[in-house]
């Protein structure tokens, strides 16, 4: 049974940093790609990053290219989102999946809220 548990969400101000964490089980996790998606009110799902399984490749939305940065840790099971110089639009509850483009797995985590607000 597939597992996916988002945390690290909070609020911040606009040009904090947060570090999401979303751990994984139920699955090698080591043979699938890992993205990180979020989603505001009113508005779609959309995928803000990820990363390959077996050379760590990454692809950014433009809207985040160059502020966050995914990463993995196979040995923990793991994979991380670190978000820097954060916008009020990023705003929204964030959710990772197996997958480097498109999710996997059809039962998403709970996700975490990040709020940026001053």
């Known amino acids: 049974q597939v597992h996916l548990v988002e945390s690290g969400g909070a609020l911040v101000q606009p040009g904090g940093s947060l570090r999401l964490s979303c751990a994984a089980s139920g699955f090698t996790f080591s043979n699938y790609g890992m993205s990180w998606y979020r989603q505001a009110p009113g508005k779609e799902r959309e995928l803000v990053a990820g990363?390959?399984?077996?050379?760590?490749?990454?692809n950014y939305a433009d809207s985040v290219k160059g502020r966050f940065t995914i990463s993995k840790d196979n040995a923990k099971n793991t994979v991380y989102l670190q978000m820097n110089s954060l916008k009020p639009e990023d705003t929204a509850v964030y959710y990772c999946n197996a997958g480097f483009k498109s999710p996997i797995w059809g039962d998403w985590g709970q996700g975490t809220q990040v709020t940026v607000s001053s």
């Open positions: 990363i390959t399984n077996a050379r760590g490749i990454t």
